[in-house]
């Protein structure tokens, strides 16, 4: 009884090296990735529940950060209009009168560290604050505007030399520029956006051990298949190929999921956020990651599974060298 | 003008094997197995036989000698080239150690999906080694449904299906009644006449004798008599 096909004394490999083409080893190359993505779709199938914890888990842990990085976001893009003004406000005595305060405006505007000078007269800061602040109804018991005339200077520089000197003016009742406060606001945001690093590392790394421990459970559970493969001639490429798609799985289910718990998150708390912006007087909308964003994080959530799975099977694959 | 020896697929050159902490499992072992030859080694539980086969796939290695396959040494075949070396050679186990979760086709299909074989090269090469083996129409039987014979038939598929130079057996029909390892036997058989090298370990004298082929002989570690088919007819 003849049990194999032909007459040969080569194997199957050597023969198919010898004369070896592009197009099948790319098929042959494609049935092997085909091969391990749906072991791995498989091996998800095969606990649902085990599956759903892990990627809920993983989820969990990428979620926060980008959380956070979504709302530091938002407050970065909330006060970037503050702190990228470098305006100096500069409030005239009330007995200054419209021509004094013009040539003011000329004088100061002609100085190397002034880029401009706008000029309000106290009735445009009387309709702007009627405009702006919903009092309009008590602005309209005042007998007379209480408001002077206010310079708007844009300096060239940080504006603090300039500050200074226009403080010593006779005709300058106050002057206001947030230099200061808008230093400690960057300084703060940059705090945050490293707290946001420290947490994104810290709960990555849990995310990555999660999948770790979720492939190397799998592979011990696994490990008479493993050994099988490998006595048949299988390499650790092949081996591990299974395990690094269901790694990147569920990266895959865990991105999908945050992203969908984030975009839960954002509409329980947009409501109550445009009421209390609106009190304001602010448009403000909230922003997103935007597509790039989500792809950036959908890619880097894969990553970590891939990761976590590489570490566990790579180290698994060690240990039972022959 | 004489004939020249056939070129051995194998050579065990004085090997020895001592296991860490153990005793000698191999004692200077020496003798060659040509291409196209099917041969048993035999001798009691423990003589070294399982240690031999192991040499050969590279699951142990040598602790002096040299092993040979197709006249290259294989104490040069490390890392990667491990796994390329083990796709000449098929495996049956006496557990036979098929996946439990994966069909008789799966199975069989293994050696091939890992050399790389072409999707439509594997499904027409698994159902003619089924076929062979007297398995035809239970491709989708998981391993737990067929009898103690059928899963080692599924093992010889799985061993033969990607034509290798040569098969190991070890104690193949160790837990199988006597008409079953008489099937089994003649599957072997069959495969030098297709130019595979055949070598299985057993203890069953009684069905070595009836093959009537080359037999070696272990006897603690040691070679203690290597027996042509001639002799053994005769």
Known sequence: MSVSGSRRHKPASAQRSAGSKLGPRLRAWRDLHLYGLVSSIGRMGQRPWATLLTVSVMALAVALPMGLWLVLQNVEQFSGSVTQSRDISVFLRPQVDGRRAQQLAQDIGQRAQVLSVTLRSPEQGLAELRAMSGLAAALDVLEQNPLPYLLQVSPRDDGDATAAALRDLPEVEIVQHDAQWRRRLDAWLGFGSRVVLVVALLLGAGALLVVGNTVRLDIQSRAEEVSVLRLLGATDGFVRRPFLYLGACYGLGAALLALLVLLLAARALAPPLAGLLASYGSEFVLLGPGAAGLLRFTLGVVFLGWLGAWLATGHHLHRTQV | ?234
């Open chain 2, 1 to 234: 003008m004489a004939e020249a020896p056939p070129q051995p697929v194998l050579r065990f050159d004085g090997v020895s094997k001592q296991y860490p902490g153990g005793q000698a499992a191999l004692r200077d072992i020496s003798f060659a197995v040509a291409h196209g030859e099917m041969v048993f080694v035999t001798g009691h539980s423990g003589a070294g036989k399982s240690t031999l086969l192991r040499l050969i796939h590279l699951a142990e290695r040598p602790s002096q000698g040299a092993v040979l396959f197709d006249e290259k040494h294989l104490a040069s075949v490390r890392g990667w080239r491990v796994a390329l070396h083990r796709r000449q050679i098929g495996v049956v186990f006496q557990d036979h150690r098929l996946l439990t979760d994966r069909s008789v086709f799966d199975n069989v299909a293994l050696p091939l999906l890992i050399n790389g074989s072409a999707h439509g090269e594997v499904g027409k090469r698994v159902r003619l080694v089924l076929d062979k083996v007297g398995l035809a129409g239970r491709e989708r039987a998981l391993p737990a449904t067929l009898s103690s014979g059928e899963q080692q038939r599924v093992g010889i598929a799985r061993a033969v299906v990607a034509q290798p130079t040569l098969l190991i057996a070890d104690e193949p029909t160790g837990n199988l009644d006597p008409q079953l390892s008489a099937e089994i036997m003649q599957l072997f058989a069959a495969l030098p006449a297709q130019g595979t090298a055949v070598l299985v370990a057993s203890h069953d004298l009684h069905l070595i004798r009836r093959m009537r082929k080359r037999v070696l002989v272990l006897d603690h570690g040691r070679l203690a008599d290597d027996i042509s088919a001639a002799d053994l007819a005769s």
